[in-house]
């Protein structure tokens, strides 16, 4: 067959032309028939597949990190109940409002106890912070440095929290005398927070 018989083909009487034409003509209904299943079916479908295999990896790695941290939980439990534990130590080293005038009297007896002079012993007003409040003290000592170190040290061994900030020794009147310049710091726990 050759292509001068497709250009002979009546259409209006199909059923007469060769094989060949009638099974080319099956051939490309059935292609476009396809096709049209296709595009109005299937592709939609492969489309939700895409969007829903895409979701499944999301899921998966989400349930895979809750499941490592469920699988981390009883650690972490334990992990929160030593940090509150550790806390409420911690909390029992700040004085409460009731024990800061008697902080203030054991700063001023360490640094008289190493033989220091007060020359400035002012509290200030405290300062709230997150969960605490720093009680100042602007303090100004005289003595050797052997007496100076002697008072630091104590303040570091109270039983309670003191910090020493903004330290400033310049020379005294006599040879061996210092003048320290300190803020001494307390803190205090702001319950209800």
């Given at each position: ?22 099974g ?12 049209a ?11 939700q ?6 979701r ?19 650690a ?6 030593e ?5 409420a ?13 008697s ?27 997150t ?6 003290i ?17 303040i ?9 900030h ?23 726990y702001?319950?209800?927070?």
């Amino acid at each position: 067959m050759d292509l001068k018989s497709f250009n002979e083909i009546d259409f209006r009487n199909l059923g007469e032309a060769p094989g060949v034409v009638k099974g080319a003509i099956i051939a490309l209904i059935i292609a476009a028939l396809l096709g049209a299943g296709y595009w109005y079916f299937i592709k939609d479908q492969i489309v939700q597949l895409e969007r829903g295999e895409a979701r499944e990896g999301q899921l998966r790695a989400e349930f895979e990190e809750k499941q490592r941290r469920a699988a981390n939980l009883p650690a972490l439990e334990e992990q929160l109940e030593e940090m509150e534990r550790m806390f409420a130590s911690l909390v029992q080293l700040l004085p409460s409002t009731a024990e800061i005038p008697s902080l203030l009297v054991d700063i001023s007896q360490t640094a008289l106890s190493v033989g220091l002079e007060i020359e400035l012993f002012q509290p200030r007003p405290e300062a709230n912070r997150t969960f605490y409040a720093e009680v100042p003290i602007q303090l100004r000592v005289r003595g050797d440095y052997e007496q100076l170190a002697d008072f630091v040290s104590g303040i570091s061994a109270m039983p309670r929290i003191v910090t020493i900030h903004d330290v400033f020794i310049r020379p005294g009147s006599a040879d061996a005398d210092l003048l320290m310049d300190a803020l001494a710091r307390t803190y205090r726990y702001l319950e209800g927070t």
